[in-house]
């Protein structure tokens, strides 16, 4: 019951306290000087007001059913939901959720490199491309390969980055303490076994991609000397490219 129709009801019963009360003194007052007649009309305005108000009082604080919003109004609203669920996360974001956990025993050197790995992908992605624009014509094809290689590895490292900021932080640093510890597990009668594995699996899915990102950030570094070397020999940079395509198709098998 909504505070308007208890509000409506409290003044409907005090209107009909104050109608009894009016309403007895004048019956009394009739009855006394012999208007009989006007005792019984009184008698039945009383009851009137008695039973009308209350009436009035729940009809006029009814309520309104809520509008339903209309059919593309729901669409628009699921389609936002959506997209904020498939929005990937920033750089900025990502060190954020990993600055919580870098003081934990348990995950804090994990967390540690996710965030080196954070502030580390932009300046390997920025020297890589650099070394394709100084060693190829801008747009030519050879030019397109190098740098569509250097995109592909760009956006395989963000989104590992992206995934191990999602995995981390559905764990907790003292729970895992107390499922990992054997020393709290001893009093703990409970079968938690699949919960320890739960968070098991996920730190070494996470210290799975550090280390793709990793060796990226490898590959990337020895693609920009080898770009540095003589443009008579390209074999060390095909090479390169060819280890950096592996990686990030390798990548895509298994997220």
């Known amino acids: ?5 208890i509000i409506g009801i409290l003044i409907a019963v005090g209107l009909d306290i104050i109608t009894v009360i009016i309403g007895i003194t004048t019956i009394f007052v009739n009855l006394f000087s012999g208007n009989f007649v006007g005792a019984g009309l009184t008698l039945l305005i009383v009851l009137a007001l008695v039973i009308i108000f209350p009436i009035l009082g729940i009809v006029f604080t009814k309520d309104k059913k809520p509008a339903l919003p209309d059919k593309q109004m729901i669409y628009d609203d699921n389609e936002r939901l959506q997209a904020e669920q498939q929005k990937a996360l920033s750089l900025k974001e990502v060190k954020r959720i990993a600055s919580r956990y ?3 025993f ?3 050197k994990t967390a540690k490199a996710i965030v080196n790995q954070a502030n580390l992908v932009g300046t390997k992605i920025d020297e890589a491309r650099q070394a394709v624009n100084n060693r190829f014509e ?6 397109d390969r190098y ?3 250097v995109d592909a ?3 395989t490292a963000v989104n590992n980055l992206d995934t191990m900021a999602r995995r981390i932080s559905v764990l ?7 499922l990992a510890n054997p020393l709290k597990r001893i009093g703990n009668k409970q079968d938690n076994s699949g919960r320890l594995e739960f968070y098991q699996e996920n730190k070494q899915s996470i210290e799975r991609c550090l280390t793709d990102n990793q060796e990226m950030f490898n590959k990337l570094d020895r693609l920009s000397i080898e770009l540095m070397k003589s443009a008579d020999d390209s074999t060390g940079s095909d090479a390169v490219v060819q280890d950096i395509e592996d990686i990030t198709n390798q990548v895509k098998f298994y997220h």
């Open 1 to 5: 019951m909504s505070v308007k129709r």
């Open 102 to 104: 870098q003081y934990g």
């Open 106 to 108: 348990y995950l804090g």
């Open 138 to 143: 801008v747009n030519s094809i050879t030019w």
């Open 147 to 149: 740098m569509g290689v």
């Open 153 to 155: 590895a760009s956006n």
């Open 172 to 178: 907790d640093e003292k729970e895992y303490s107390s």
